[in-house]
């Protein structure tokens, strides 16, 4: 018989499986950055604008339902209401308007 070499080769001379385990790690290291990443974004950006459209529908029943209990309640017409209302929240745009000017205390 010809000498031939049946013993397996050694896993460093496998040039063909390191090529193909190296490729393979690269397109799994582009797909972890890109596209999880990507999938991430986009779930946020959806449950972002879902929460944000439910919290305008809940404020505005809120306002309704708070006009409607305060005009029930105070007498006069709900002109009156729309007053005390629209001062409450002159009020509270007032305050946020001063915390959103206020410069934090250096600390030297």
């Not at 005009?71 to 629209?86: A, H, K, M, Q, R």
């Amino acid at each position: 018989m010809a000498d031939v070499d049946t013993t397996p080769a050694r896993r460093d001379d496998d040039w063909a499986v390191q090529t193909a385990d190296t490729i393979e790690r690269l397109v799994e290291s582009v797909r972890s950055n890109t596209s999880d990443r990507l999938v991430s974004v986009a779930r946020l950006v959806v449950f972002g604008l879902f929460a944000a459209i439910l919290g305008t529908v809940g404020l505005v029943l809120f306002c309704i339902f708070t006009v409607r209990i305060l005009d029930s309640y105070i007498p006069g017409g709900v002109w009156v209401v729309y007053v005390v209302l629209g001062g409450l929240f002159t009020l509270a745009g007032l305050l946020l308007w001063q915390q959103a000017w206020k410069r934090p205390a250096r600390d030297h």
